[in-house]
């Protein structure tokens, strides 16, 4: 199989799997209360501090400077993410600072992430599949923000976080 039959034939099953997630599916089972964005958006620091995380070990021991340079631009990119979450969070009334994402530890993903071993691996299922889990799961938190009519959070996951999601899966594709 050549990569890009590799690629193609990932990319179809992700689609076929991420394509059967509704929102109540991908939304309701991080939260701890009630589904509101204030709620959601501490889901969303744990993940991006996971997703910070996983990207920067993996940077240290890889070899490829092309994959590190990739996985360096997301190491950034989620972290920054981070950060302007916080500050929604700040404006929204809740005070990031006195909620630690990690306290019940790392999610089953992370995990599982963590284990993995080899380059092509990593880059399957961190950058090319991890990130589009992202790309649906922002997208449905888009509409939900939508409709509990917080313009500013959904234009926050349009214009800056989805982005540079749908960048990091991208880099995944081409590094592939």
């Not at 995990?111 to 993995?116: P, Q, V």
Request: proline share 3%; hydrophobic share 40%.
């Amino acid at each position: 199989m050549t990569a890009e039959e590799f690629v193609r034939r990932l990319d179809d099953e992700n689609q076929k799997l991420l394509g059967r997630l509704a929102p109540d599916d991908t939304l309701r089972p991080e939260v701890t209360g009630d589904l509101s964005v204030v709620n959601l958006l501490k889901v969303a620091l744990k993940n991006e501090i996971e997703a910070t995380e996983i990207a920067a070990r993996w940077l240290v021991t890889t070899d490829d400077v092309e994959v590190k340079l990739a996985l360096a631009r997301q190491v950034g990119d989620e972290a920054k993410h981070y950060r302007l979450i916080a500050d929604r969070l700040k404006a929204l009334g809740f005070a990031p600072t006195t909620f630690n994402p990690l306290a019940k530890g790392y999610g089953p993903l992370f995990t599982y992430l963590d284990g993995l071993t080899s380059i092509v691996e990593r880059i399957a299922a961190g950058q090319f599949t991890r990130e589009a889990i992202a790309i649906v799961k922002n997208r449905q938190f888009i509409t939900f923000c939508e409709h509990a009519e917080d313009r500013e959070t959904a234009t926050l996951y349009r214009d800056v976080i989805e982005p540079d999601e749908r960048h990091h899966h991208e880099l995944g594709r081409r590094l592939l």
